[in-house]
């Protein structure tokens, strides 16, 4: 058959090529959507950058226990903690494109850790697949209970009065919360000690314990310790008061055009076909949107965001811009 083909008048030749090419697109075509029929045909990996206890690990629980329910495939949570989300990321980078490996990403990962890292083994924009946003939430300036401030105003003024001997924790070193403190400084012209924690519930965990005097760290950690007293919340990162913490300032009041605003949203490696991606953004959004899960994405706070892929990508990319500014303004970040 080789032979007859290679005998063929040039124009023939081409036609040939063409009719190759034009059933393997076919082929590629009707194999995509049985794909998507018959997806998912074994577990999921639902890969979460950081320890148990996090906003980042509960918003995963929530959607794969949903999609276990709803696909009758176990859906696997596994936390692979560290580097403030690389080895997370790296791994499902490396993953193969069949839609088998899921990732909860947020902005540190995708948006920050490009701008503070020397190098990345993954690239945030070419090697993932946005699939759609789940949660925004802002993040909570909390402070323990001994330390003697009543309000933001009186943070700052400690911090100015005694550079450096303010220690506070983070979710892991260039992490958004991280980045609000280092945010904090620069307006302020603050000086405090950074000390990072692997997530944000150990961050969180070290304020209640007096390891250090505060945190810039999610309402989804953090809430129930202020509830219970073991924690003084005293502002909020939004650019205005969040509507279910009515009663936490903005630090905006105190530090004009202060905004941090974080986000949470589902991702698989690049590659996936068309059809797959369909179908696990569609079930991402249904869970969202159920009337007994959104509230409990955002008990603290949040809010419920989703949207498209192509959506999600512009968030990606607006951001990824926004902290590369701010890293180049803050001294010291880069590592």
């Given at each position: 058959m080789?032979?007859?083909v290679f005998l063929l008048a040039p124009s023939l030749r081409t036609r040939a090529r063409r009719s190759g090419a034009f059933a393997a697109c076919a082929l590629l075509a009707l194999v995509s959507p049985l794909c998507a029929q018959t997806y998912p045909a074994k577990?999921?990996?639902?890969?979460?950058p950081y320890a148990p206890g996090g906003p980042t690990d509960i918003i995963a629980r929530l959607l794969g226990q949903r999609m276990s329910e709803s696909w009758g495939?176990?859906?696997l949570v596994e936390n692979r903690a560290g580097a403030n989300g690389n080895i997370a990321a790296e791994l499902v980078a490396r993953s193969a494109g069949d839609g088998y490996t899921l990732m909860l990403g947020n902005t540190s990962v995708f948006t920050i850790n490009p701008h503070v890292y020397k190098k990345l083994n993954y690239d945030p924009i070419k090697d993932f697949l946005p699939l759609s946003l789940v949660v925004a939430a802002p993040l909570v300036l909390v402070v323990h209970p001994?330390?003697?401030?009543?309000?933001v105003k009186a943070v700052i003024d400690l911090a100015l009065a005694k550079p450096n001997q303010l220690a506070f924790s983070s979710s892991g070193f260039g992490g958004i919360s991280h980045m609000a403190a280092e945010l904090m400084k620069v307006s302020t012209r603050t000086a405090m000690t950074h000390v990072p924690y692997k997530g944000a519930g150990p961050a969180a965990t070290a304020v209640v314990g007096g390891e250090v005097a505060l945190s810039f760290t999610s309402t989804v950690s953090t809430m129930h310790h202020v509830n219970a007293g073991r924690l003084r919340a005293l502002g909020v990162t939004s650019a205005t008061r969040n509507?279910?913490?009515?009663?936490?300032?903005?630090?905006?009041?105190?530090?004009?055009?202060y905004e941090v605003n974080p986000w949470y949203g589902v991702l698989m490696p690049a590659g996936v076909p068309e059809a797959i991606v369909a179908k696990v953004h569609a079930e991402v959004v249904r869970i969202a949107r159920l009337p007994e899960v959104g509230p409990r994405l955002v008990s603290d706070g949040g809010d419920v965001v989703v949207n498209t892929p192509a959506q999600f990508a512009a968030v990606i990319k607006a951001d990824y811009e926004?902290?590369?500014?701010v890293a180049r303004t803050t001294e010291g970040v880069l590592q």
């Open positions: 080789r032979s007859i577990p999921i990996r639902f890969i979460v495939q176990a859906v001994s330390l003697p401030t009543r309000d509507a279910q913490l009515a009663a936490i300032p903005a630090i905006a009041e105190f530090v004009p055009g926004r902290w590369a500014r």
